[in-house]
């Protein structure tokens, strides 16, 4: 197990201080304490609402990932960037990031386990080295925290947006205009599996911008996100009465069921390389399929400088228009 310590400089609940000294959220906090991995002065202490005093040492631990035997890795990923503290892959579609009670397939988390990928274990069993993730059917660029220090210091790049990613999508109709989208998102009250623009919902703020128009209407965009909620983009994209292709959870509808998946892609990745403090940036090669459609569908060579990946960056300096 990896262990750390710390001496108390406030009085105050352990889950309180220990959530800020670690820098991760509370649920993991106290899933640490009740596990009995948080000691006090030597002791184990298992009530998140232990008082601490000045002077306390604090001493906590991380589990290490383990191997799931049973479980059927049948798949294989794409490594665009590794060293001792991060990786950087291109995820495949139909591949779930971590486990989940629903999930009965094999995740990624699981693919990197039976590689025997040293991870973090800060987020708790099931999501071992996951700092942040992308829907199952979306693929693309994803960093993977490989000890629990890295995993700290790029949760804190995502809270003060140092690091993010540049989306690809096709659409079924054209956006009006490049722009923001800043409308709050929450869980569908009427449907479990999908989100919505509800009042009072999480902050949610997406950036749309045009790259090309096909002849069926088609267009190519480019997304930045400004936070990260689960379907974003889908829901985002749906309150503008368009939708990616493929995506029919949120109302596309393919004349003969030919698209097979949605056609989103994390392809640019930037982040601040954890302990060489490097800005560092990874481009995500399209896969197969969505990239057959974009060729069949538009100019090669324009669309070939329109995501051009070092000048993605600059569209969204001017998307200033709300949508």
Do not use: C
């Amino acid at each position: 197990m990896s262990k750390k310590s710390f001496i108390a400089k406030e009085i105050g609940r352990l889950d309180k201080i220990l959530t800020k000294e670690i820098n991760q959220s509370r649920n993991q906090v106290e899933r640490l304490i009740k596990e009995g991995l948080v000691a006090v002065n030597s002791k184990i202490v298992t009530k998140r609402g232990f008082k601490l005093s000045v002077g306390d040492e604090v001493n906590y631990s991380f589990k290490e990932a383990t191997k799931k035997e049973k479980i059927s890795v049948d798949f294989d990923i794409d490594i665009i960037y590794e060293d001792n503290d991060i990786m950087v892959i291109n995820k495949p579609s139909g591949v779930v990031v971590h486990p989940a009670p629903s999930v009965k397939e094999a995740t990624v988390v699981d693919w990197l386990i039976k590689k025997g990928v040293s991870l973090s274990t800060i987020s708790g069993e099931e999501r071992h080295g996951i700092v942040h993730r992308i829907d199952k059917d979306t693929t693309g660029a994803l960093v993977i925290a490989k000890t629990n220090e890295a995993h700290q210091n790029l949760s804190s790049q995502l809270q003060d947006k140092s690091m993010g990613r540049y989306y690809l999508a096709l659409i079924d109709y054209p956006l009006k205009q490049s722009g923001v989208v800043d409308r709050p998102i929450a869980r569908n009250r009427k449907n479990r599996m999908k989100m919505d623009i509800i009042e009072g919902g999480k902050e949610a703020k997406s950036a749309f911008y045009k790259l090309a128009k096909s002849d069926a209407n088609v267009e190519l965009i480019a997304v930045k996100l400004f936070t990260g909620r689960t379907h974003q983009i889908r829901v985002h994209l749906n309150s503008l009465g368009r939708h990616i292709l493929g995506d029919v959870l949120y109302g596309f509808k393919s004349k003969k069921d030919t698209i097979k998946r949605v056609l989103l892609h994390a392809y640019k990745l930037y982040l601040i390389h954890p302990t060489k403090k490097e800005k560092m940036e990874f481009v995500a090669p399209l896969f197969p399929d969505m990239e057959d459609f974009i060729y069949r569908k538009f100019n090669q060579g324009e669309i070939d400088e329109k995501i051009n990946p070092n000048i993605i960056d600059s569209y969204f300096s001017t998307v200033t228009n709300r949508m």
